[in-house]
């Protein structure tokens, strides 16, 4: 019995057991975030503008069918699982994926032609979610975080990350995140050459990868020569600009447009006191929409209590990205579409850790 006690006792006290306790817990937030993100918008199902039945056949709206890596990889994949000789049709089968028993807003979770598609794409959401959960520890943990706050910070974010989606939201957030936090991690750690491959990836996925670049500079440049910096910058960009002209051919003939012009109507709007009153439905209850007042209040709360612990190079990331964002936020976004400041992201998550951090030498002292 002792023998039988002690065993235990290692076990639990293992860096495995440590693993699997993390990674239980952020499946679990994963899983939460992506119920919430389902409940909220499903993936868009029955709008011809842009539902996820006309981003896998490219016939939705400009800009939508723009963010194209998902919809292209669920298509080859809708090939491949529906062959009833496949193996992994008969795989794919058994897992639980049929959205439509979970979520009443999946009305197209069965559609002939599109159903594994559909769950493909269901499933990358929540696997999204996942991984930007590791990234953004992983790099909190290299930037000198520790354990508290490099799993609470990432887990706070992600499980806000539905009310975040305020107005609107796709299934191509969630791996927006997650390209923004491993080309973060990338930097931070010098690996240049997979910077460069993960941009083509990153701006398939979403034209934003583009404007993100530059945010990078304080980033790069805090271990390379300023040539270095702006040559790895320069291709990077090229690379994104290459990306985003080849998918602007492809659908040029689609319906839409490049840009939508907002920014007459959200002047009238921010200047409107009853926007920062607004609710939604999140989670299945009442709770802020956008620009909510209890919102602002927590973004200047974080902002304040976090700025001591946030070394200047992420500050000049951050700054960086507000600069780039905004503009683009107010004059091509609806009013209080948070998702669209989504270059301010994982920065967001950096101040968030600080003002744990902050909080907990606080409670401490």
Known sequence: MRKTNHLIQSFASSK????LLLLGFFYTIAAASHAGFMSKYALRDGDATFSVVNMVDGTAERPFVYRHLIPAIANIGQQLVSDPNSSV???FKKLKLDASQNFTRATQANESGYEYA???VYLTNFVALFISLLLLRALLIRLGFGQLESVLAPAAFIIAFPYIQSIGG???DSVELAFFAAALLLAVQGRLIALLVLTVFATL???????????LYPILRENNTLKKTLIVLAV?????VIVKAYLQHRFQANAGSEMYVQFF???KAYLNPFTYLRNETTYGLPGPSGFFITTIAMIVIIAQRGKLAV?????QHFMIALIINMPLFIAFCVAGELRNLSMLYVGSVVFIAAAIKMTHLGVKN
């Open 311 to 315: 070394n200047s190079v992420w500050k």
């Open 265 to 267: 109507d959200n002047m």
């Open 236 to 240: 990077a960009v090229l690379i994104a």
């Open 89 to 91: 049709f008969s795989q």
């Open 16 to 19: 495995l057991a440590s693993w």
């Open 170 to 172: 796709f299934f191509y």
């Open 118 to 120: 559909y769950r493909l």
């Open 205 to 215: 996925n979403k034209e934003s990868f583009l404007f993100f670049l530059p945010t």
